[in-house]
Every structure is written in structure tokens, then in C-alpha cells.
């Protein structure tokens, strides 16, 4: 089982930027791809990034590919770097594992496993 915490959320002008953590506790005999997703009212849940555990799809931020980065840090934390942020990047961001190593081809939410509570963004004047 794995228990995922995200942070770093909050208000953030147009053009800014943002860092969003990822962190993973408890235990598994599995490596996990990690994926971020951000939720919209109104909207579909929508794929982010995805990183593999061996940190070579650090350019998989299938949706923001100009803007966002995503990065392993310690072996238990993922992060989001979020850049240019624009009025349209505001919602719920969410972390999930896999329950694989690697990233999927379509980073869809059916993908995970678990899941953590996610870290609201605010891009707002």
C-alpha cells in the first residue's frame, strides 16, 4: 500500500511559476511510475505528466510540454514544476502511482492505482 501527499499549491499570479510536490509513504515490493492530473468542476480528470522510476520520462508532461516539468527528487517524492501558468492551468492537482515502473502510453487516470488527495492552484490576478 501506498499513501501519496501532494503540496505546494496555492495563489499564483499569471506568468509565474509553482513547484508542487509529490510524496510517498508506506510499503510496497513494487517501483512505481508516478502521474499528475488536475481536476477541473466541470471537467474531466486530465492527464498531466507521467515520470517512470528511472527518471528518463522526466520530459512526459504530455499536456504542457513547453510549461511544465516533472522531476524525481528522493526516491519518495515526485515533483511538478509548473511555469508560464495561465488562468487555464487553475484546478486540483492530484499525484498517482502505478502500480508498474514505467509510464503508460495514454496517461489516462485508468492507468493508477493510488491516489492522493490533491493540492489546489489558483492562477489569478
Known amino acids: 500500500q501506498l499513501q501519496l501527499v501532494e503540496s505546494g499549491g496555492g495563489l499564483v499570479q499569471p506568468g509565474g511559476s509553482l513547484t508542487l510536490s509529490c510524496t510517498a509513504s508506506?510499503?510496497?515490493?513494487?517501483?512505481?511510475?508516478v502521474g499528475w492530473f488536475r481536476q477541473t468542476p466541470g471537467k474531466e480528470r486530465e492527464g498531466v505528466s507521467c515520470?517512470?522510476?528511472?527518471?528518463?520520462?522526466h520530459d512526459d508532461t504530455y499536456h504542457v510540454k513547453d510549461r511544465f516539468a516533472t522531476t524525481r527528487g528522493a526516491k519518495n517524492t515526485v515533483y511538478l514544476h509548473m511555469n508560464d501558468l495561465k488562468a487555464e492551468d487553475t484546478g486540483v492537482y492530484i499525484c498517482a502511482a502505478r502500480l508498474v515502473p514505467g509510464c503508460a502510453r495514454f496517461n489516462r487516470p485508468s492507468e493508477y492505482y493510488y491516489w492522493g488527495q490533491g493540492t489546489e492552484v489558483t492562477v489569478s490576478s
Open positions: 508506506g510499503s510496497t515490493d513494487r517501483s512505481h511510475a
Open positions: 515520470i517512470g522510476d528511472d527518471g528518463d520520462n
